[in-house]
């Protein structure tokens, strides 16, 4: 018969072991786990004393359950009734010391049969291998979870009440885009491109000389039928008029597209949105928005339009060709769709367009938002003074009706060079 005998410890931070477990860990099927009267004696200490209220009701645990084992006799535990009466001199022990007491107490044992010291007690493991006696620690899966002590369930109960509390309120925050904003470099033609650029133009858009055309008589009358009338000479002179100043557009703008296009391309359209992640409705929201780095808000109405070649004069209608009359009419579908369109951009967005405060601040102002719900920030527009920077931030500031402090936060914004 092996006996492992545990010292206090083992009671209060490990659960009890299987007597296959003990087996397992003493490698032979005849084990027992003992226990001293010293050990019993600590448990009663911890139960009726310890500033721990989680050791307290560990102890307790350990005590009826002993006791239960001593009244059905329990074949797993081997109960040592008697104190030990040894020389604790002649030992180096002292009797006043809980721990020599338990050490000596299984010095006692060890004359009557195979003992163990089972403990995770480091220093009573090494007291113990100085008496002669075999010793072990008990397996980590045998540790009891660990359980929250009073202090740190008293603070899990404040977070719980100040997250209830939180919850009641309000709680915006600002949502970035979802992506980095993109912009693109352009390179300014040569002169070999811009020479063939105009050549190909100047070609498809020629001056016209007026001819003579008899009237009168049958011409008159197909004319009349067609409805094809010949330009007139002053038609004519006007178109060429339109034509030479075009050119001249033509060939500043060839000129000067590089840097058109990089001001157009500059400029950015920001997706932000508002949301409100609180359990009560937001209300009289305002919203400032501050830029830290190289960018500076703007209008919509500051962005540049788009870069593109002057249009060539249209050609008197009597002088088109077919095709040009079927372009002519799909480029008017086109501008009217296209002002459809821009007419329509920010007819959405829950706040409105925002008051540009600064160069660096744009203000959203007197706003409400329900609880779970956002809305989008429209008319965002941002110039990028500095190519050459990765991103700028955005501080927030958000001053809400039914809350006594301000939402603040910094939502980042990136940029990439496209292609």
Known sequence: MHIAFADTNLFLQYREPSREELARLLQTSEVALGVCLITLKELNQAKDGSRSNRLRKRAQKALVRLENALEERNPLYRFVDKNPTLDFQARQLNPTINDDVFIATVIEQAAVGEVVVLTADVGARLAARGHGLEVMKPPEEWRLPPEPSDLEKDLLKARKEIAELRSAQPRV??????????????????????????????????????????????????????????????EISEYNREQERWLLLLQE???????????????????????????????????????????????????????????????????????????????????????????????????????????????????????????????????????????????????????????????????????
């Open 253 to 419: 703008f060839q000129r000067e597209a590089a840097a058109l296009w990089r001001e157009y391309s500059l400029h950015f359209q920001v997706e932000m949105k508002i949301v409100n992640g609180g359990g009560v409705p937001a209300d009289d929201i305002d919203l400032w928005l501050e830029l830290k780095g190289s960018a500076t808000w703007v209008n919509e109405s500051e962005r540049p339009p788009e870069p593109s070649h002057p249009r060539p004069p249209v050609r008197p209608s009597s002088a088109m060709t077919e095709y040009e009359k079927v372009e002519s009419l799909s480029r008017a579908f086109r501008d009217a769709a296209l002002g459809a369109e821009s007419a329509g951009l920010h007819r959405a967005g829950g706040f409105g367009n925002p008051r540009r405060e600064t160069a660096q601040c744009v203000r959203f102002k007197g706003a409400r938002l329900k609880h779970g719900s956002g809305a989008s920030l429209a008319g965002l527009w941002i110039r990028l003074d500095d190519p050459s920077v990765e991103g700028v931030q955005v501080k927030w500031r958000a001053n809400v009706g039914n809350v006594p402090r301000d939402s603040t936060g910094v939502v980042n914004l990136r940029f990439e060079l496209s292609g």
């Open 173 to 234: 925050e600002l949502v970035g885009p979802p992506g980095p904003l993109e912009w693109e470099s352009y390179e300014p033609l040569t002169s070999e491109e811009i020479t063939r650029e105009f050549t190909q133009l100047a070609a498809k858009n020629q001056r016209m000389e007026f001819r003579h055309m008899f009237h009168g008589g049958a011409w008159d009358q197909i004319a009349a039928i067609s409805g094809n009338y010949p330009p007139t000479e002053s």
